[in-house]
Nanobody
Framework: QVQLVESGGGLVQPGGSLRLSCTASGIIVSITAIGWYRQGPGKQRELVASITSGRTTTYAESVKGRFTISRDNAKNTVYLQMNSLKPEDTGVYYC??????????WGQGTRVTVSS
């Protein structure tokens, strides 16, 4: 069964940085398109970044230039480097397969709080 475990969230001041990790089992990230999603307070879950098997990346307009998605095939892990964080980035961040066929049950995610 597919399982993805997110980690790396926490409390950070505006302008700070965090790196989130998504460690996968049951899928091989090097041949699977993976997305990072977030759900802010009172908001729908949204896709913020994705990476394909060919390392093509996409970003939501709100995070372009600040976030970078990458992967480490040897560790079967996808990362989200978040810089210049804003209060609007606050939310629970999840990783999952980008496509329906690769989608696992949504996990607990990792909470990011950007506040002074």
């Amino acid at each position: 069964q597919v399982q993805l475990v997110e980690s790396g969230g926490g409390l950070v001041q505006p302008g700070g940085s965090l790196r989130l990790s998504c460690t996968a089992s049951g899928i091989i990230v090097s041949i699977t398109a993976i997305g990072w999603y977030r759900q802010g307070p009172g908001k729908q879950r949204e896709l913020v970044a994705s990476i394909t098997s060919g390392r093509t990346t996409t970003y939501a307009e709100s995070v372009k230039g600040r976030f970078t998605i990458s992967r480490d095939n040897a560790k079967n892990t996808v990362y989200l480097q978040m810089n210049s964080l804003k209060p609007e980035d606050t939310g629970v961040y999840y990783c999952n397969g980008l496509h329906y066929s690769d989608r696992a049950s949504w996990g607990q995610g990792t909470r990011v709080t950007v506040s002074s």
